[in-house]
């Protein structure tokens, strides 16, 4: 079982930066930020695997960056040059699965969320 608990989340003007943090609890292969904005699928923003390994989506190439610490107990998603489309509530995502995914059908543990509101 992984308890995530995400935090850091807030309101920042089009251009500046936010970093989220999710607290982890239990072992994982991989953990993903999603995000979700009223109306819309959930999108998978980033995920690392245990051994480094990241990948993005494309709208977010360049400007956000995924990163653990070293006992993998807190993930971090830096956000920069954040835009009004980066609206949304992001959530902490672990998984027991191998590789890297974005998909949301791909992991197993949730966090509750934490929003992130850009106004231009």
């Known amino acids: 079982q992984v308890q995530l608990v995400e935090s850091g989340g807030g309101s920042v003007q089009a251009g500046g930066s936010l970093k989220v943090s999710c607290a982890a609890s239990?072992?994982?292969?991989?953990m993903a930020w999603f995000r979700q904005a009223p109306g819309k699928e959930r999108e998978g923003v980033a995920c690392?695997?245990?051994?480094?390994?990241?990948t993005y989506a494309d709208s977010v190439k360049g400007r956000f960056t995924i990163s653990q610490d070293n006992g993998r107990i807190t993930l971090y998603l830096q956000m920069n040059n954040l835009q009004s489309d980066d609206t949304a509530m992001y959530f902490c995502?672990?998984?027991?699965?191998?590789?890297?995914?974005?998909?949301?059908?791909?992991?197993?543990?949730w966090g509750q969320g934490t929003q992130v509101t850009v106004s231009s």
């Open positions: 995502a672990a998984s027991l699965g191998w590789g890297c995914s974005l998909r949301a059908d791909g992991y197993d543990f």
């Open positions: 690392i695997t245990n051994y480094g390994w990241s």
């Open positions: 239990g072992y994982s292969r991989r």
